[in-house]
């Protein structure tokens, strides 16, 4: 598909649960971009006072450990097990992030010397939020490669599930993509992939 990139081109990154999104973002930032990651943003945002009162006053004591700081893990096998819970804590995340990120891509216009920029956000599709990106890169990865992984992460197939069940079906991100990475096969692989999509669109 051919795209026509503005000067500092924003490259928003999708594909499913345990695909190697991350990775792939990693690579392309490492490659004369800058990234920004969603996943430390709200780990970030789960240290604010304000949002962990709204988590406490919404799921109460069980989400958080004895120094009174968020389990990230029993939050999430909660709000994935109930789709209420979920929307709830979105709710209070999305709308900072949108913040966070529409401040990013300012800055990155006007001051970063990076010849792009990488968005790792897991719901960019989902949210509405594919006018934050230039360009879109689907990371294809088969079902039970992406399984395999999550298992590793200590999953369990049923949580992967709920995850994958959460979001858009995958033929439909795939559809909506500019270019494609496969991540199934190995790192120099998909390595060379990412090479090969910055020189195809004359970056960095």
Known sequence: MNVKLKAKPVIGIVGGIGSGKSEVARMLANSGGMLFDADAEVRILLEDDEVKKKIRDYFGEKVFDSAGDVVRSVL????????????????????????????KIKEHEDFSESSFLVLDIPLLLEKNWRYLSSLLVFIECSAAERLKRCMKRGWTEAEWENRENSQMPLTNKASICDYKIDNSVSFDYTKKQVVDLLKLLNLP
């Open 76 to 103: 999430a096998r909660i709000i994935f097990d109930n789709s209420e819970s979920r929307l709830f804590l979105e709710s209070i995340l999305h709308p900072l992030i949108l913040e966070k990120v529409q401040k």
